[in-house]
């Protein structure tokens, strides 16, 4: 999905790009035109106001010619230029853009605001909110506090009183078992990969999978 995304956006960059080109290589010409056809009736008009010779004439239409070739390599050695300079600025606002899509995107992966029990079809059994809490406790009701109860779930005597911990950072959500019985499993959602969970903390993300024992619990 991510890779689809950044294809369109090159791709629109590049039509952007081609108009910005075309309208400026068309303006140069234009001006150029203009300018030259200008300089070509005013010297015209100044030799025969004051009856030159036709060497004089001659002469004035070589230097014309002259100064309109010096002046058509100027034109394109400049446009050159300022191509050059168009098409650096425009990867550095390629950059920031990409840049800003991958941020906002990390923001909505980091930005975990539900967990969701789901059962063995893969439909919601319940939702927790997590609301402003920082830290919460998955495990099964006993005289401590736990935020995430799955004393109720199938197979339930699989899972631990605490039997693992969500805590919230700067950077994100982390996921810690906290020394279980039988472990505490996470699928990715980017490339659906697999891991259990050791003693270090693991950073999870929006639409990963905690795995305790038997039961799926889905960050969103």
Known sequence: MRFLKELKLKREIRKYQKRELLK???REKRNNYIFWFIITIGCFSIA???NFSQDILTIISIFIMALLIID????NWRLKKDLELYEKSQAVRDS????SIEDKTEIQKNNI???ILKN???YDIRTWAIGKQNSLIIGKTSRIRVDVDLTTTAYSALISKQHAILN???NGWYLEDLGSRNGTGLKRYSDNRKIKIGNAPIKV??????YIATTAILLK
């Open 24 to 26: 400026h290589e068309t």
């Open 96 to 99: 920031r853009i990409i840049k």
């Open 48 to 50: 025969y106001y004051y």
């Open 120 to 122: 063995e079809s893969g």
């Open 168 to 170: 919230r950072t700067d």
């Open 205 to 210: 993300q929006s639409g990963d999978i905690i």
């Open 113 to 115: 605001t539900h967990l």
């Open 72 to 75: 058509l390599f100027y034109s």
